[in-house]
Nanobody, 115 residues
Framework: QVQVVESGGGLVQAGGSLRLSCVAS????????MAWFRQAPGKEREFVAS??????YTSYAESVKTRFTISRDNVAVYVQMNSLKSEDTAVYYC??????????WGQGTQVTVSS
């Protein structure tokens, strides 16, 4: 199994920045893709960004692609969020997708952007 733990959320003013971290542990060799999703109150969970665990490929939602940057190292994936807007307010979840045992979610971290 894989465990993922997010951190780095908080309260920030519009136009500000935050960096979220997601540390993976357990059977990390089985991970193919690490991704960030978010869920705002009353809305469906939506894709934010993803990166391959062992390669350079990244993908972004249109709404964040000019403002967010996903990166990774050997044990964690990060998302640098710049020029934050009130509509970025949500609980942000990390997801690890494996090749053999499905996907794993973290507990989420709250990001609140005040206007």
């Amino acid at each position: 199994q894989v465990q993922v733990v997010e951190s780095g959320g908080g309260l920030v003013q519009a136009g500000g920045s935050l960096r979220l971290s997601c540390v993976a542990s357990g059977r990390t060799l089985s991970i193919n893709v690490m991704a960030w999703f978010r869920q705002a109150p009353g809305k469906e969970r939506e894709f934010v960004a993803s990166t391959t665990w062992r390669g350079p490929y990244t993908s972004y939602a249109e709404s964040v692609k000019t403002r967010f940057t996903i990166s990774r190292d050997n044990v964690a994936v990060y998302v640098q969020m710049n020029s934050l807007k009130s509509e970025d307010t949500a609980v942000y979840y990390c997801n690890a997708r494996t090749d053999t045992s499905g996907s794993y979610w973290g507990q989420g971290t709250q990001v609140t952007v005040s206007s």
